[in-house]
């Protein structure tokens, strides 16, 4: 018995058909590839993100009312937010593992530059014209960041301190911090932080106009907290 082979139109077919298989293989394999990037991409801005948050969410744990002077020697309100629509406050906790002749506090300022949220803080409370700030870049790729601070009616403040005071007459106070920002590639993003309430500081050692404690440093805690509990609106 004769054998008979594939005639020309059967291997075009076959060809064929292999062609269409190795091009969907092909698109499938770039798909699931874009779709790897985009999910490692989404990953590492969410971990950016999440860095962001924790650094404002130590920060503001740590809130006091202790205002300062600029280095032009005006005094400056505890909590700021100015006509730039940047975010001011003074803060405790300023870690000093190598014990320098400064205070444990420490002056922190928010702002939004060239799409980029920065975190800049001052080697001393009482500033003077040769104070150099520091920035830190907590985040990138931002279209848009606005700060608020919330009284405990629940009114949202573009500016601080309010230009008037509560209807009983008795000067606002902020319970919670508000950040919204629209950052790629999450969209608008809006978090509240809870601020602490009317914390009192008692300081222990004697502290010199430009924030320092005198000579080598401190011997001891520097002050103590008194009073730091958080509130919601809500709970007033």
Request: zero cysteines; aromatic letters at 8%.
């Amino acid at each position: 018995m004769s054998r008979r082979g594939f005639t020309l139109m059967e291997i075009l077919v076959a060809l064929g058909i292999f062609a269409i298989i190795g091009v969907i293989a092909s698109q499938l394999l770039r798909q699931t590839i874009e779709v790897s990037d985009v999910l490692s991409n989404r990953g590492d801005r969410l971990v950016e993100l999440q860095r962001a948050f924790n650094v404002v969410s130590r920060d503001l744990e740590q809130v006091i009312n202790r205002s300062i002077r600029d280095e032009f020697g005006d005094p400056v309100e505890a909590l700021l937010i100015d006509t730039h629509g940047s975010f001011q406050f003074s803060r405790l906790g300023w870690s000093n593992l190598l014990n320098k002749p400064r205070s444990n506090l420490q002056r922190v300022e928010y702002l939004f530059v060239d799409d980029v949220f920065i975190r800049r803080y001052w080697p001393v409370l009482d500033r003077s014209e040769t104070t150099e700030p520091i920035d830190q870049e907590l985040l990138t790729y931002i279209t848009e960041l606005e700060f608020f601070l919330i009284d405990s009616t629940g009114l949202e403040h573009v500016a601080w301190p309010p230009l008037s005071e509560s209807l009983d007459g008795t000067p606002q106070e902020a319970v919670a911090f508000q950040l919204k920002m629209n950052i790629e590639p999450f969209g608008e993003i809006s978090r509240m932080w809870l601020i602490p309430r009317n914390p009192t500081i008692i300081e222990t050692h004697e502290m010199g106009p430009d924030g320092t404690g005198p000579g080598g440093g401190f011997e001891g805690p520097p002050f103590r907290v008194l009073g730091t509990e958080s509130r919601t609106p809500s709970q007033l």
